[in-house]
């Protein structure tokens, strides 16, 4: 099979869908068995997912073989400035992790991933505030939007039939530091992969990218575990050793979690803008909708009305410059 075909790319794509999907559902049982937001483990759960998803890159970089690719991969060369630079992007990436595990699993699972979709808000002040590159005025347009999907799916009718604000503030609370910490990963990850000739080129790859973020995220949120719960570290352990649901959906999710991103990472090298733009909106609605139907929790009108507007906001965000600039040539040639 050729790297990059036509039969390549719809592998890819089928097993990153597939993957997400999966890993929404292993997620939710995990925290359901772990005792929920309530329980104790949240921050020990979502660590262990990323100390999953090293030990895997650990051992592809023992055998030097990626099963997924089938190709050659050991783990790479890197100078200290480098890894001063993978701990940053890393450190944005396990809180982002971190945060989408509280919110995907706090409330429902709809809403979870509403907020998420919110992303494109949080990266649109990150990059204005601190990084001073704001968004053009095609993708600010698309930004309220997005929040009025976000909107929608908080109201809830009250006895009286007037609706009124109405959802889970952990998952909102979680799901904003999520979102505001890939926006401060998706800068970081940007001014690293600019140097080409540098640490791209010492990096070695998409596999070897992903694997140095687990690992590093691993390394950055375990004594952050340890810190919020260590205390309950060995009811933990009795928990995983005893309750077998608990242990099984929780390695699971870590190695889902690892395999759709590794995955879409992938098809990022092979595939447009658009193309990617249109597989993330399709994406998030089969996930929004098949974690829905896997675990029995029907959506209501306003998670329905309120995720269909915005991810569409989401999507008009992401293709907003390519719409300008395809229509602009055209106004200039009808004046």
């Known amino acids: 099979m050729k790297e990059g075909g036509a039969t390549y ?3 890819c794509f089928s097993f990153w869908y597939i993957g997400n999907y999966l890993y929404n559902i292993y997620n939710k049982q995990a925290v359901v068995e772990g005792g929920g937001k309530e329980g104790p483990f949240m921050v020990t759960i979502a660590t262990m997912q990323l100390v999953i998803g090293a030990v895997y890159a650990l051992t592809v970089w023992l055998i030097g073989l990626n099963p997924i690719t089938f190709s050659k991969q050991t783990m790479p060369k890197l100078t200290a400035a480098d890894y001063k630079g993978l701990t940053i992007l890393a450190f944005w990436s396990a809180m982002a992790h971190a945060g989408s595990v509280f919110a995907l699993t706090a409330g429902s699972p709809a809403f979870g991933q509403i907020v998420k979709a919110a992303e494109p808000v949080f990266a649109a002040i990150i990059g204005t505030l601190i990084y001073s590159k704001p968004p053009t005025m095609a993708k600010a347009f698309c930004l309220p939007v997005i929040v009025l999907g976000v909107g929608i799916a908080c109201l809830k009718p009250g006895p009286d039939g007037k609706y009124k604000m ?12 999520a979102n505001a910490a890939a926006a401060f990963r998706g800068s970081e990850n940007a001014k690293l992969m600019a140097d080409k000739e540098g640490i791209v080129k010492r990096i070695d790859g998409v596999g070897n990218q992903f694997a140095l973020s687990q690992v590093l ?5 375990l ?52 193309t990617m733009s249109v597989a993330n909106t399709a994406k998030r609605v089969i996930v929004i909708v098949g974690v829905a139907m896997a675990l029995g929790i029907p959506l209501t009108k306003e998670e329905i009305t309120g995720s269909a507007i915005s991810i569409s906001g989401v999507f008009l965000y992401s293709v907003a410059d390519m719409i300008k ?7 200039a040639k009808s004046s």
């Open 9 to 11: 790319l719809g592998l």
């Open 325 to 331: 600039a395809k229509l602009m040539p055209a106004k």
């Open 223 to 274: 004594p952050v575990a340890f810190a919020m719960e260590g205390a309950a570290l060995p009811d933990f352990v009795t928990l995983a050793k005893t309750n077998k649901a608990f242990g099984y959906n929780l390695l699971m999710a870590g190695l889902t979690f690892y395999g759709y991103n590794e995955l879409s990472t992938m098809t990022i090298k092979y595939t447009s803008a658009v």
């Open 166 to 177: 109405e959802f889970d503030v952990t998952a909102l609370v979680a799901g904003s530091i």
């Open 217 to 221: 995220g691993a390394l950055v949120l």
